[in-house]
């Protein structure tokens, strides 16, 4: 199931939603006031394609916690 990012149309506020279905998105409740005025808002999403990763993961790429590409930063 996707996740919907909504906004009321009687409170302003923003909120995100399970929803089952494009369809199902109008029977959303606002889960501030309760109304059922939410309309989708335009969400931002990431995509990775099947290209080869510009930098190598796991064992040997750099710190993981700083992200130091010369390797473990002593924290």
């Known amino acids: 199931m996707p996740i ?3 906004q009321c149309e009687s409170c302003s ?6 929803v089952s279905s494009p369809a199902a ?9 309760g109304k059922r005025k939410a309309t989708r808002k335009i969400s931002v999403f990431a995509a990775q ?7 190598p ?3 040997g ?3 993981g916690r700083c992200g130091n590409p ?3 930063c002593g924290l």
Do not use: Q, R, T
């Open 4 to 6: 919907f990012e909504f």
């Open 13 to 18: 506020k923003e909120f995100e939603e399970l």
């Open 25 to 33: 998105a109008k029977d959303v409740v606002c889960p501030a006031c």
């Open 49 to 55: 394609s099947g290209g080869k990763p510009s930098e």
């Open 57 to 59: 993961s796991g064992f």
């Open 61 to 63: 790429s750099g710190c």
């Open 70 to 72: 010369a390797g473990p």
